[in-house]
């Protein structure tokens, strides 16, 4: 008797145990791929109601590309945002950035009633990694570690790897700030989109533009927000607008923890340069696109140590979040704000408002 009493007791301990083995996934940690796309299916399973994987393409060394869609299912059309970490190898700091950032709106989804209309006429689209041949190769070694373009050859008669992915899309495209060197890091490929990759981002986003406001694509270093174009030949149409709420984001990041982010186009903050997603994304209709540099400005550059990962994050969320809550506020508060301007027109018809007593 008192044996198998024993025994219940060590069984139950053991299940126990089993209940609470499992490893919390640590936001402040750069994790290698596997353990990303781990996380992503976790996260998927955790949050049934709001997350989807969707696999959207292939890597030159056919590797699933697939991203977190994020929002709630109201059988209504709905707007979209979209973020990409990690089209660059080298930038660890971005895909952290991802996983953050994809943590916080679930978080704020359960507690904070402004994401949760958000979540209702929005889906985020994030893709935690989007250069996953050239990530996987960072880790590899330490000789690796600063590789920043993605895994396809050269052409042939060029012994050298790699199309930097973020000068491949259709736009301008081979015209400034690239380099046709296929042993250059800024190689722009053989043509316009040639890279699976790139592709898959070009199909996936432009068989739905008219769903996306905001096209955000995240780098390190240097603390900027580059909006559109990187030609200086070419203005965004709604460039007034794109550096005020750019400002406000660097604004919204400087409240977090007092770091500078200095906002622009890419030729008058950075450089020049032609076929970026950002300004693919813009000449394909979506207003809000731009590029985060996170931190820093140069001490520790690609290399970004651990301890800086939840600064760099939290600022980041502050700054991602003013750009992505004007876009939705502009359109699906339009008809309020039409409503009150009308109102004070009819409030200064009559002389009711203050500034007739002057
Ligand atoms: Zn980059």
Same mark, same amino acid.
């Given at each position: ?17 089993? $209940? ?21 299916? &976790? ?10 994987? +969707?696999?959207?393409? &292939? ?37 952290? !950035? ?12 359960? *507690? ?13 689209? +994030?893709?935690? +990694? ?5 990530? /996987? ?6 000789? *690796? ?11 042939? #008669? ?17 015209? /400034? ?11 722009? #490929?053989?043509?316009? @989109? ?5 592709? @898959? ?16 694509? /995240? ?13 200086? %030949? !070419? *203005? @965004?149409?709604?460039? %007034? ?8 984001? $660097?604004? $919204?990041?400087?409240?977090?923890? #007092?770091?500078?982010?200095?906002? #622009? ?7 020049? %340069? ?25 001490? !520790? ?6 301890? &800086?990962? &939840? ?37 200064? $018809? ?9």
């Amino acid at each position: 008797m008192l044996s198998s009493v024993l025994s219940l007791v060590v069984l139950l301990s053991a299940t126990g145990a089993a $209940a609470v083995e499992r490893v919390e996934h640590d936001y402040y940690k750069y994790h290698p791929m596997p353990e990303i796309t781990d996380w992503m299916a &976790q996260v998927e399973k955790d949050h049934p109601d709001v997350v989807t994987v +969707v696999e959207y393409g &292939q890597t030159y060394e056919k590797r699933t590309i697939s991203l977190l869609k994020i929002g709630l299912n109201t059988g209504e059309e709905k707007k979209a945002i979209w973020m990409d970490c990690g089209i660059h190898a080298r930038e660890w700091i971005a895909p952290a !950035f991802c996983q953050y950032f994809v943590r916080q709106i679930l978080q704020a989804h359960k *507690t904070d009633p402004k994401m949760q209309e958000m979540l209702k006429n929005l889906d985020f689209y +994030v893709t935690p +990694v989007l250069n996953m041949d050239g990530y /996987i190769y960072t880790w590899k070694d330490n000789g *690796t570690r600063l590789w920043r373009k993605n895994r396809s050859p050269g052409p042939s #008669g060029c012994n050298c790897t790699g199309v930097d992915l973020n000068r491949n899309f259709n736009a301008t495209w081979g015209t /400034i700030g690239v380099s046709f060197d296929c042993c250059s890091n800024i190689y722009c #490929g053989r043509q316009a @989109a040639s890279e699976p990759e790139a592709q @898959a981002v070009t199909y996936f986003v432009g068989s739905r533009k008219e769903a996306f406001l905001c096209f955000l694509t /995240i780098h390190s270093y240097g603390q900027l927000l580059l909006l559109p174009y990187g030609h200086p %030949n !070419f *203005t @965004a149409s709604n460039y %007034n607008e794109l550096m005020e709420v750019g400002l406000g984001a $660097a604004d $919204a990041i400087r409240r977090v923890h #007092g770091m500078n982010y200095t906002v #622009g186009t890419s030729p008058a903050v950075l450089y020049p %340069n032609s076929g970026s997603s950002r300004d693919w994304a813009r000449m394909l209709g979506i207003p809000f696109s731009y590029t985060f540099e996170l931190r820093d400005k140069g001490t !520790f550059g690609f290399e970004l140590p651990e301890d &800086q990962i &939840q600064p760099a994050c939290e600022e980041a969320y502050s700054g991602a979040l003013h750009i992505i809550t004007y876009a939705h506020d502009k359109t699906f508060s339009g008809a309020v704000a039409t409503a009150a301007a009308t109102l004070w027109t009819m409030l200064l $018809a009559v002389g009711v408002t203050g500034n007739t007593l002057m």
